[in-house]
């Protein structure tokens, strides 16, 4: 599949890259792109999340009152869950929430969703570029060519480029990539797909089966 590629100031140069159909243009494993986002929403969670049980809370251990004869129910301690301010029942603790999943379950998930780009005309190839220097500025007026003002935008890039990412780091909805670390999350939570021309062979390197 052959697509156009822009530049910078929104135009069709007479160049034109070929996309390969087998990471493009594939059936979408729904399922496999389901799996990969939730593990990396699951990454990002810290698991440090702790409660106090009987054994941690502080508090006397002292019995209240004797086990019989006082016609109300038995209580071990001031500690008991079911006091205002008691120790938690079945509380959550530290955890890791990251999973495993195979290389090639996570190449399909990412192959899925940039088929899913492609096939609703998210995704734009723009040659390769750079600024003259870090300034908002020049990502505004780079939004603004291609009608991407206010949208979310996944820039994605062949190589670190500092002038680029600075340039970007001050817009809310704008993340720059490298095509190393392109991720299923970002791909589809990306309103558009800007691709630089040099970013392909990357991504097909990491892609191909």
């Known amino acids: 599949m052959e697509v156009a590629v822009y530049n910078i100031q929104g ?25 990969d986002v939730k593990q990396y929403l699951a990454n990002q969670r810290q698991g440090t999340h702790d409660t106090l049980e009987k054994s941690t809370l502080s508090g006397s ?14 209580k071990g301690s001031i500690k008991n869950p079911l006091f ?3 120790a938690r029942i079945f509380g959550p603790h530290p955890r890791d929430y990251s999973f495993k ?11 899925s969703a940039l088929s899913y780009k492609v096939k609703d005309n998210q995704l ?7 600024f003259d220097s ?10 603004k060519n291609f ?23 001050n817009l809310k909805r704008v993340k720059v990539v490298n095509a ?3 991720n299923t999350y970002e791909i589809l939570d990306a309103t558009q797909l800007l691709i630089t021309a040099g970013s392909i062979d990357e991504i097909e390197k990491n892609y191909k089966n």
């Open 101 to 111: 999943l195979n290389k090639k379950l996570k190449r399909l998930a990412r192959k």
């Open 11 to 35: 135009t069709a140069t007479s160049a034109k890259v070929a996309l390969d159909d087998s990471i493009f243009a594939i059936e979408p494993n729904d399922h496999a792109i389901y799996l």
């Open 147 to 169: 009608q991407l003002t206010g949208k979310k935008t996944l820039l994605v890039m062949s190589r670190s480029d500092d002038n680029v990412l600075l340039s970007s780091r």
């Open 84 to 86: 205002r301010g008691g």
């Open 61 to 74: 251990t002292r019995k209240m009152h004797k086990q019989k004869g006082t016609g109300g129910s038995r």
């Open 134 to 143: 870090p300034k908002t500025k020049n990502f505004t007026e780079l939004l």
């Open 124 to 130: 734009t190839i723009l040659e390769d570029f750079t």
């Open 180 to 182: 190393a670390d392109l």
